[in-house]
């Protein structure tokens, strides 16, 4: 038998843009596409858009993205101004969706881009666009649209990961770890990734199947009760959009999830990574809930963002997701840290302060808000996702009689 041939950079290129544009997106014929895309990753975006109207796009448009004029802005740009936005930035997503188009996002930044930044100035404009994005996000959160998170190196990201490589070596490992973890690297990555969401599918149809009341988080300093939504449903790998199109959110996935119950979320939890936030690295976060509600939060290094970030309405101070993830997953496996949530979420167990997915509550998609949060659904502007599993954690199924049964140990599935 021959040997299998390594794929050059530029084979396993190819592949990861296939992969984002007919697993991730899921372009169907006629569509318009939107490809948003840091000035870094123009040879991936511009791979993507080819991709896309070799899938059938009728339109395929980019926005640019640039961490140094995001930057001098927060630096340089007067107190007072913050709470204005570029609405024609979210005026294209609202438009492509609107069109019954699909949205794929790079998203690459430096980590660290605004950790000298004034945290007013950050949150005053996140909460800014988060409002405005509003009737957008509701599409996203309700899989109106097919949508993608990809990422790509950029330098500074890249030396961050890799401090102790040359500027090249660094984005050159990055590439290395970025192909790897979505299996871009394997000579057929399209059917490597069916039999990954087959393997989803499966977690999450028997979650579904149990309805536990509440999931038990148990280990180190963390002991967190999480109920679950009322009629609540696990999401995981591929979905379909109300109009039938199959795509697959991020790339990469690992993780099943589904929505907490916004009153019934009880105890102490530790983060078990790093969080990413805005341009600020948030570590040691401690969080105590009461009733749903976050009664005391801090952090060794970002509490001002952290708190920030909490403060941004009545649901950020509430959960919107709960999500496993096997701590033997090919992230966690890679023992890289990679200051970005897309990744670090898929390497361990996580929750998610903030808005809930409707499509985690049966029904929830066609609820009123009012319906939504008597189901147990939480309402934000924000949604930010945070690590607390580990081999260290364990998690039990509570079920509605409060009997106990084991859903991980030590970080891994036993169900």
Do not use: C
């Not at 990201?157 to 490992?173: T, Y």
């Amino acid at each position: 038998m021959l040997p299998v041939m390594a794929l050059s950079f530029d084979e396993k290129l190819r592949n990861y843009a296939r992969l984002a544009v007919r697993v991730g997106l899921g372009v169907k014929p006629g569509q318009r596409v939107l490809v948003q895309a840091p000035v870094e990753t123009a040879k991936l975006a511009r791979l993507v858009v080819r991709e896309a109207y070799a899938a059938g796009a009728s339109f395929v448009d980019v926005r640019w993205d640039d961490d140094d004029v995001q930057l001098a802005r927060f630096e340089l740009a007067p107190d007072g101004t913050f709470d204005t936005i570029s609405r024609w930035r979210v005026d294209a997503e609202t438009e492509t969706a609107d069109a019954g188009g699909a949205v794929i996002a790079i998203r690459a930044t430096n980590p660290n881009l605004l950790a000298n930044v004034d945290a007013k100035r950050v949150s005053t404009y996140q909460k800014a666009w988060a409002t405005y994005r509003q009737p957008y996000s509701a599409q996203v959160m309700t899989n109106r649209l097919n949508w993608n998170l990809i990422s790509a190196p950029v330098a500074d990201w890249a030396a961050l990961m890799f401090p102790d490589a040359s500027a090249e070596e660094a984005v050159e490992k990055q590439w290395d770890a970025i192909f790897a973890a979505t299996r871009a690297d394997l000579p057929d990555p399209v059917a490597a990734w069916e039999e990954h969401l087959a393997h989803l599918k499966g977690r999450r149809e028997a979650l579904n199947a149990k309805q536990y009341a509440a999931l038990h988080f148990r280990g180190g300093e963390t002991d967190l009760t999480v109920g679950l939504a009322d009629n609540h449903l696990w999401g995981g790998g591929a979905a379909d959009t109300t109009g039938g199109i199959t795509f697959t959110a991020n790339i990469p996935t690992e993780e099943v999830w589904t929505a907490p119950h916004r009153e019934r979320v009880d105890g102490v939890v530790v983060s078990t990574k790093p969080l990413s936030y805005s341009g600020v690295l948030i570590d040691g976060i401690r969080i105590e809930f009461r009733d749903g509600r976050i009664v005391d939060a801090s952090a060794r290094q970002g509490e001002a963002a952290l708190k920030e970030m909490i403060s941004t309405d009545e649901g950020s101070h509430r959960l919107g997701e709960v999500a496993l993830v096997p701590h033997s997953s090919p992230i966690s496996r890679s023992g890289l840290f990679f200051y970005n949530t897309l990744y670090d979420e898929n390497a361990a167990s996580h929750i998610a302060i903030g808005r809930a997915y409707r499509f985690n509550v049966a029904g929830g998609v066609d609820m009123t808000d009012e319906q939504f949060a008597q189901a147990g659904g939480n309402d934000s502007l924000t949604h930010v996702d945070w690590m607390i599993g580990s081999d260290q954690i364990d998690v039990d199924g509570i079920t509605k009689d409060g009997n106990r049964e084991p859903v991980m140990r030590g970080g891994e599935f036993v169900i």
